[in-house]
């Protein structure tokens, strides 16, 4: 049989180690190798005899999958039109953004629908669950709640179910009796997850994780933990503001980047139908430093407030707070603003935000940044009904972005009477709205002068 042997393992990457280290040579992160054991190969043993395989052609019938529908048309339009049938969904967000609360009106709208859902929770009592469910008003006949952490009975129920979806709330508190280490570990989420996403495989049942995140943002665990998954979404926002954005980084069912958009209240998460009416409902007009993106969230047309402030500075290094924002493109943007455009933004403190708590990503938003930061730099308010995006290479240049009709169309609908584009851009239809080309980002500035 074979034997246990010490091995001392890096909690965060999974890195593995014949001694103890302070610090992992593979993702520098101290104080996270611990000890623990697995099994080794005994010596002088050789490796079985296997099976050939089977392969087969690329053309031929399968089943199709059936996808159930959460009655949550946000989550389902992140999930890609809604949950496979073995399919494992990772869900990972920051503490209280909204986690539990969807996944428990999701699984509550599945058990109504006549399908059995089974709600295992680590982390809170039977009890807790129950007052949740009640202060959100949810009521479910076929929903199956337990409080267990203990994989191996879990897996021992679900065998003898039918169950069709199945949450586990959260990876980090499981545990199999068998590996010798701690909830949370790197082995355990491993072991854990790996367990559950075969039994969800081989029975055909809809999975859910729950996945805590470090304080840099990412999944605790192994990294691994996101390439044995189908889906994994990422709840974003701040906990003091009421929106929530549920982003798709990886579907194997459906598209990347796809959003669905929440609203927190008293009665749990809400959906958001038009998103960039919501985003834009507190925007004011004729004020300095504002300028609205038309952006593309997965497949979604999107409208944003872009707010930047600008102010003189007294001494010192020139400050730069950005919420929403990556701050290198901000410093590449202020860069060709002075080298192209002759406008000194470095003796200037910039603070830059995107309202709402949406996080931008995309480099079209790129021109939009640019008319913000000279609006506020010269105290010009842009034009309140027009929308801009486009990309600004180094040189100055104006560049192409995807989907332009799509963010056309988002802007006519909302209102907006003027688009300011790439001048290379190739446009379809704009009957319902004037088009504003712009080819260099000095062609900006005159729009922003006294």
């Known amino acids: ?137 949810l009521r479910a006949d076929g929903f199956n709640l337990a409080s267990n ?49 075969r039994l969800a495989k081989s029975r055909g049942f809809a999975l859910f994780l729950v996945g805590h995140v470090t304080k840099e943002g990412a999944i605790a665990g192994p990294r691994v933990l996101e390439h044995m998954v189908d889906t994994v979404l990422y709840f974003e926002g701040e906990r003091g503001h009421q929106f929530r954005i549920l982003r798709s980084v990886k579907n194997r069912y459906g598209a990347t980047d796809e959003i669905g958009v929440f609203e927190m209240t008293d009665k749990g998460l809400a959906e958001v139908d038009n998103p960039s009416a919501l985003f834009l409902a507190e925007r004011r007009g004729n004020v300095s430093g504002s300028a609205v993106f038309a952006g593309i969230e997965g497949t979604r047309p999107l409208l944003l407030e872009i707010q930047a402030l600008v102010s003189t500075n007294n001494g010192g290094g020139a400050r730069r707070a950005v919420v929403g924002y990556d701050m290198a493109r901000l410093s590449m943007i202020t860069a060709v603003l002075d080298a192209r455009a002759k406008q000194d933004f470095y003796s200037y403190d910039i603070f830059l935000n995107v309202a709402g708590g949406l996080k931008i990503t995309e480099p079209a938003a790129d021109l939009a940044v640019a008319a913000a930061l000279l609006s506020a730099r010269n105290n010009v308010p842009a034009p309140s009904d027009i929308a801009i995006f486009g990309e600004v290479g180094l040189s100055g240049e104006i560049r192409n972005v995807p989907l332009v009709d799509m963010r056309i169309k988002e802007a006519a609908k909302l209102g907006f009477t003027k688009a300011l584009v790439p001048k290379s851009a190739k446009i379809k239809a704009s009957a319902d709205i004037q088009i504003i080309p712009i080819g260099h980002i000095q062609d900006l500035i005159p729009m922003f002068m006294k």
């Open 1 to 137: 049989m074979a034997k246990l042997k010490t091995i001392f393992e890096c909690q965060t990457c999974g890195a593995k180690f014949p001694t103890w280290k302070g610090k992992c040579d593979s993702c520098e992160a101290w104080n996270t190798i611990t000890e623990s054991r697995e099994e080794g190969a005994v010596a002088g043993s050789a490796l079985s005899a296997g099976l050939k395989i089977p392969f087969t052609g690329l053309e031929g019938a399968d089943k199709d999958y059936e996808r159930t529908s959460t009655k949550i048309r946000e989550l389902d339009r992140a999930l890609g039109g809604g949950l496979v049938d073995g399919g494992v969904v990772l869900v990972g967000g920051d503490p209280g953004i909204g986690k539990s609360t969807i996944l428990l009106q999701a699984a509550c709208n599945i058990a109504n629908d006549k399908h059995n859902v089974f709600y295992l929770s680590g982390e809170e009592s039977i009890s807790q669950i129950r007052m949740r469910a009640r202060r959100l008003g």
């Open 149 to 197: 952490s203990n994989v191996a009975d879990i897996i021992e129920t679900l065998k003898a179910s039918d169950a069709r979806v199945v949450v586990i709330d959260s990876i980090q508190t499981m545990f199999l009796p068998s590996i010798e280490s701690a909830p949370g570990t790197v082995s355990q989420v491993r072991s854990c997850a790996n367990e559950l996403i």
